[in-house]
Every structure is written in C-alpha cells, then in structure tokens.
C-alpha cells in the first residue's frame, strides 16, 4: 500500500509538472514570450525545381532560382550545429529531390545527428529512394498532394496521380521505421469539392498527419483562393468530423491551427506570426531571415554568429518582432481570417 501511495504521489507530481509546462507554453504563445532558442531550422538548399506550378510564389520572390552549393550547405549544417540546433527542415523554393546532391544533403544532416525533415512533390522519387531514404533513418518526408481526380488545365495543383502510386510505394516499404509521413493539401477553387475525400483516402492508408491550407493571400495574385465563407464552412466540416473520430490519422485545418480553444488567443490574438516564434529561415546564400517568405530580409550572415542568443536576440530580429505587420504586409500564411475583398 505504501510502494502505491508513493507511485501516486510521483505520478501526481510529474502530472502536475507537466501541466505546469502546458500551461505556461499556452501563455508564452498568448503573450508572444519568444522561446530561449528556436525548435527547428528552415534551409533553403533549393530553389529549383521539376515543376511549375502556378499557386507557387517564388517567381515574385527576390531570389534565384538554383541550389545551394554544396559547399555552403555544409558549411551551414556544421555551423548550426555548433549552435546546438537539432532540427532541420531541408527545402527551399523548389523541390528538394531536384538537387544536384539530394542524397549527400539528407547523409550529412543525419551523420551530424540532426532530425531531418523534407518537403517533395514526390515525382522524381522511387523504390530505390525510398528505401535509402529509410536506411539512412530520415525522421519526416511531407508529401504534396492536391487532389485524387485527374485534373485538367484548368487545375493550379501538383501533378498529383502518380504521386499517389509513390505514396503507397513508400508505406509498404516503412514497416517499422519511425520516419514519419504528412501531406500537405493546397485549398483551392479547383478542388475544394474533393479535400474531405481525400484525407479519407489518406487515413486509409494510414498516413500520419493531413495538413490542409490555403493559398497566402498577399501572394494570391491568380484568385485561386476559396471565398471565405465557403472556406470556413469547409474547415468547420472537418473538425466536427475529427470530434467525432472520423480519422485515425491527424488532419490539421487553418480554422483549427489558429481559432481552436485557446489557440484563438495565441500570439497576441493572432497579430504575430507562430512561424517567427520558433523557427529560423536560412536561404541559399547563407543568410538568415525570419521566415520562408521573407528569402532576402537578411538578419545576419549566418558565419557572423558565434552563439544561438546573438542570433535569436540580434537587434535586426527584435525589430522585425516588434514591427511584423509592416514587414509582412497582409501575409495571412499563418492564420486564418477574412480574405474577401
């Protein structure tokens, strides 16, 4: 009875220490209180890219379209290292896969111990990739898929059908592997009508996590964007359906990234941005800037710094803190609100 009592009271403490972290997470993302380092690292290790597709921005963004020397990258993977960085998300404005060195970016980051994520249209992938891929223990591979219908020229999307083949290629060949497997989904008037059918094909796949989004307003220059209210009804859709366990698998909505709960109070009521809470964009130069978005608003030379608080606290960066709605114009990225002219 003693040996249980003491259980209970260790159980009762971690519990109560774990919600003590909960809760003051909750109001540091509310009060916008910047975390002493950030979670994760964003690399732009590549511009270039095997398609063109017409919601992607990066033909009005300031930067070449090329990869990054390889060189540089790995100048930049010792560096943050160095900082103490462990997570990082290989990428950048083009498709990951389409660099000259794809498996040697993906080797180098897992050999300095860091968890590696990727993002891919997944064309150029195969059983071969996949299965080096798997070996040399990549944590996360995200795929884009906008749509089960074969779509027609009037679609802005991925080439989505073969993708699909790819998809199931690679979870019959995961087994047990811990990697794990997302899919974006851009929300756009051309496929609006199929998003709820496609996390059920999804699910029963068993992938582990559906994220679904729209295009960013400030760069919605082609109108691709669902009318609000059509967009809202839809998201509202999905999460009824995740309350009523629909789903196995994780499907995330902007409605339910930033509205849910307490999320809606989050960042000062969504004024700032929770991509320039935690995470750190560094482009193809060898620059970091606060955000994807931003490829050539430069904070530093990234082999300036010497230590994660002279980055995360550099002047440049508070500034932009302080003064993100200026800097970022409209980008609505983030969160979710009215969109409408």
């Known amino acids: ?8 009271c260790v159980k009762t403490v971690t519990c109560g220490k774990y919600m003590a972290r909960y809760w003051l997470d909750d109001l540091q993302r509310i009060l916008f209180q910047i975390p002493n380092k950030p979670n994760m690292i964003q690399l732009e290790a590549n ?6 597709c017409t919601m992607c921005p990066r033909h009005e963004l300031n930067i070449d379209l090329d990869e990054m020397n390889f060189d540089l990258y790995s100048d930049t993977l010792h560096r943050l290292n160095k900082l103490n960085i462990k997570e990082i998300d290989i990428g950048g404005w083009g498709e990951i896969t389409y660099h000259s060195r794809f498996f040697d970016l993906i080797k180098l980051a897992k050999s300095l111990d860091f968890k590696v994520y990727f993002t891919s249209n997944g064309l150029l992938l195969n059983e071969k990739m996949f299965k080096k891929l798997l070996d040399i223990g990549l944590d996360g591979i995200t795929l884009s898929i906008d749509s089960i219908e074969k779509q027609t020229k009037d679609f802005t999307g991925h080439i989505n059908v073969p993708v699909w083949k790819k998809l199931r290629l690679f979870l019959s060949l995961r087994d047990k592997s811990k990697t794990h497997l997302k899919v974006n989904t851009l929300v756009q008037k051309a496929n609006a009508h199929e998003i709820i059918a496609i996390s059920n094909a999804l699910d029963k796949l068993e992938v582990d996590m559906h994220i679904i989004f729209g295009p960013n307003i400030a760069r919605d220059i082609d109108n ?4 609000y209210q059509e967009e809202y009804k839809l998201y509202e859709t999905i999460e009824s359906l995740k309350e009523n366990k629909h789903w196995k698998m994780i499907v995330s909505t902007p409605l339910g990234r930033y509205h849910k709960d307490k999320r809606r109070y989050h960042f000062m009521l969504g004024e700032r941005c929770p991509q320039t809470w935690q995470n750190i964009y560094v482009n193809r130069i060898g620059y970091v800037t606060p955000c994807t978005l931003l490829p050539d608003w430069h904070i530093d030379k990234l082999s300036n710094i010497k230590s994660i608080d002279q980055l995360w606290n550099h002047p440049k960066y508070k500034d932009f803190r302080r003064n993100q709605k200026h800097y970022c114009n409209g980008c609505d990225a983030m969160k979710f609100d009215k969109h409408d002219k």
């Open 1 to 8: 009875m003693v040996t249980l009592i003491k259980l209970m």
């Open 47 to 52: 511009n270039a890219c095997n398609l063109d």
């Open 224 to 227: 691709l964007r669902v009318p």
